[in-house]
């Protein structure tokens, strides 16, 4: 501590400095010509990619949310003309019953295990949660996984193109907010667990993928400063919990983000957040 504060305070520069945010890459999948097993092919194109961060705090002063890396500092809000190749994406998060035969096939075992799949007993999921979307994953699981089934997450703008298409709506069906088109909200205080996949088709976004929006939060991209990591989640949760505005903010529009600040993935993992993959097209 005496080496510490050796240096007074009234010496330091009073002039703020932003850190510089880069983005985690991903590497390629090895491209498909068919579309496979339970994806949907999103033919790409032009898009401007629009969204804002969710934050409580900040307002839009420099160093709030990310850097893309088309930016020269983090900041709340984001606008850019970007070309998107074509992809494939999952229709629907990946489900506890996936989830299983990826852990039987690897015998998968997280470095960190602190709440890894919380939610299972003994190595199984809860009876009669096959088709729901597995929960209690970081970002490291579910790339682990992803790795596995020879995809990888998506890139935020491939997320945001599949639920949105070229055409700027709001929400994946429309503009207009549709309970019918989401899972029920759990207000309490504990969560009961997401929905059944596909419980909702008329949510789906113009190409056809499913459960974007109110069931679970879907892992994305990474980003890195000198300090510190952080991820963005897309689509928001079933889990609405009440009595106070800090809770995590939900990001239900698709012009909006959530950024989860990763410290640990035993501290990462959530019953509201689970993911899907993509691959790549020829």
Known sequence: MASMTAKPLASFS?????????????????????????????????????????????GSMNGVDVQYAWENSPRRFHEHVMTIKPFFIDKFPVTNAQFKQFLDATHYTPHDVGDFLRDWKNGAFPQGWGDRPVTWVSLEDARAYAAWAGKRLPHEWEWQF?????????????????????????????????????????????????????????????????????????????????????????????????????????????????????????
């Open 162 to 282: 599949a639920a949105q298409g070229a055409d700027g709506r709001t929400y994946p069906w429309g503009d207009e907010w549709n309970t019918a088109n989401v899972a029920t909200p759990d207000g309490g205080r504990s969560m009961r667990g997401p929905e059944p996949v596909g419980a909702h088709p008329q949510g789906a976004s113009p190409y056809g993928v499913q459960d974007l929006v109110g069931n679970v939060w879907q892992w994305t991209d990474e980003f890195q400063d000198d300090h510190t990591r952080a991820a963005i989640v897309r689509g928001g949760s079933y889990y609405q919990p009440q009595g106070s505005i800090w809770y995590f903010p939900q990001a239900y529009r698709n012009d909006e983000h959530s950024k989860v600040l990763l410290m640990a993935p035993s501290y990462d993992r959530s019953g509201g957040v689970g993911f899907r993959c993509v691959r790549d097209a020829q």
């Open 14 to 58: 009073h002039e703020p400095i932003v850190l510089q945010q880069h983005l985690v890459e991903t590497a390629a999948t090895k491209p498909s010509a068919e579309v496979p097993e339970g994806m949907v092919k999103i033919p790409g194109g032009s898009f401007v990619f629009r969204v804002r961060g969710t934050e409580i705090e900040g």
